[in-house]
């Protein structure tokens, strides 16, 4: 980050005051996002948070994934939600993902597959080489199998791309981007319940009930068949190809396949290469020419989504735009930039229900901005991504470490002091 002049001081409070929200939101190895509203550890968002650690403590980035994986499924998943330590301030918790007699220690589905681009970060920039390839040996075989659950479970009709089977899989809950295809999900007669979240935060910054009624819908059908994997792509009524999901697939594949050939490991980074090259070709179809941005696809309906959202843009993280494609995502992009006051709206602000404060129907995500302007600058865009990063650090000075802002006023909204928006800071600051 460029930053104006004379900020230093207020850079090193930021970095300061990051670093605080990561020892307080430490439960002992494993990071929680933010204190009372999320109070379990959360799949990517702790992989993010690692990057954040990293600056500060190499040993205890690890730990952060070690955490993660120590969840890990059987079948390879690597779960969504790790309940290591009960809580009565998050809803839905483990007594219902399992049972109240037998309470689950994980959520039964997942989120972006970020931990194999933190691994190579962490192993790219250690200082302590010993301890990192220590922990790379440790961690591949883990990463490897997720990802293998990912085409195997996910892709089992061999298209290139992965499904998304529930709005919390692709990390943007409420996203426009679901509405159709969540609004085709029949409400089960499921059982009454008390959302949590509502105690935390305004009604009105947070997803609707109609789509909570669906969220539970569909927890209560995985879990008829105990989340198993082989059957749920096939039964969930709600099968998206999320963007996000595979961008960041997409992206971890090209990094687990650069650390197998780190560890020497050729058949495997021929076999991730396999997947790599199926996904490249696959991608087209989700972009939208005309739009100038790639689109979600509803997989039930064979239609790209109308929503136009910010995850529109990861192609450019996961590096498979094409040099036109980029060029095209940088000009939306900037049109997008010159509607708001800050940047990056996490949905189209000129759309009709563009909302700048409900979740992620228009605010802004620091995680969001982090990975869109890495993209930028690997595709050439420097001046972009660094208007991007100045809009992120007025937003971060000027309104503290949240969960996420407004793009109209910059007013910071959801929770306070919040883990993967501290660990952003300190990645880009440090
Ligand atoms: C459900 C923890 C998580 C993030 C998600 C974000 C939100 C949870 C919720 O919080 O989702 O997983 O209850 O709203 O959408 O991206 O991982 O920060």
Not at 107 to 126: C, F, H, M, N, S
Request: one cysteine or more; glycine letters at 6%; a negative charge.
């Amino acid at each position: 980050v460029v930053l104006p002049k004379g900020d230093v001081y207020k850079s090193l409070q930021l970095l300061e005051v990051s670093k605080q929200i990561l020892i307080e939101n430490d439960r002992g190895g494993y990071t929680i996002p933010a204190k009372g509203l999320y109070p379990y550890q959360w799949n990517w968002d702790s992989a993010l948070v690692a990057l954040g650690w990293a600056t500060l403590d190499e040993g205890r980035a690890w730990q952060e994934l070690e955490k993660l994986f120590s969840a890990q499924w059987e079948d390879g998943l690597v779960p969504h939600i790790v309940f290591h330590q009960p809580s009565p301030t998050y809803f839905p918790g483990p007594e219902i993902w399992g049972s109240v007699e037998q309470p689950m220690g994980s959520t039964g589905i997942t989120q972006p597959p970020v931990a194999a681009i933190t691994v190579r970060k962490l192993y790219e920039t250690a200082l302590n080489k010993e301890l990192a390839l220590q922990k790379l040996k440790e961690l591949f075989p883990k990463l490897l199998a997720w990802h293998r659950w990912f085409q195997s479970a996910r892709d089992p009709e061999n298209t290139g791309l992965v499904a998304t089977l529930h709005p919390w899989e692709s990390g943007m809950d409420n996203s426009p981007a679901w509405d159709e295809a969540l609004y085709n999900v029949p409400v089960d007669q499921i059982p009454p319940y008390v959302r949590q979240d509502l105690g935390h935060v305004d009604s009105a910054m947070r997803p609707k009930q109609e789509e909570y009624d669906r969220y539970l819908t569909l927890l209560y059908r995985f879990r008829a068949v105990n989340y198993d994997c082989n059957q749920l792509y096939f039964l969930s009524p709600f099968r998206v190809t999320d963007l996000c999901t595979n961008s960041v697939l997409y992206r971890a594949n090209l990094d687990l396949r650069w650390l197998a050939n780190e560890l020497g490991q050729d058949q495997i980074a021929e076999e991730v290469d396999g997947w790599i090259e199926k996904a490249r070709s696959a991608f087209d179809s989700l972009y939208d020419e005309e739009g100038g941005l790639y689109k979600s696809k509803d997989q039930l309906t064979g239609e790209l989504v109308t929503a136009k959202t910010s995850a529109g843009f990861l192609p450019l993280f996961a590096r498979v735009a094409s040099a036109s494609q980029a060029a095209d995502l940088a000009a939306t992009l900037e049109r997008w930039l010159n509607r708001v006051k800050h940047g990056i709206p996490s949905y189209d602000p000129e759309s009709s229900n563009f909302e700048p404060l409900r979740y992620w129907r228009g605010p802004v995500w620091v995680i969001i901005n982090w990975m869109i302007t890495d993209g930028l600058r690997a595709y050439g865009y420097e001046d972009l991504a660094l208007r991007v990063e100045a809009d992120t650090y007025e937003l971060l000075v000027s309104h503290g470490i949240n969960e996420y802002y407004d793009p109209v006023t910059g007013a910071a909204a959801g929770g306070k002091l919040f883990s993967w928006t501290a660990a952003m800071c300190l990645a880009w600051l440090s």
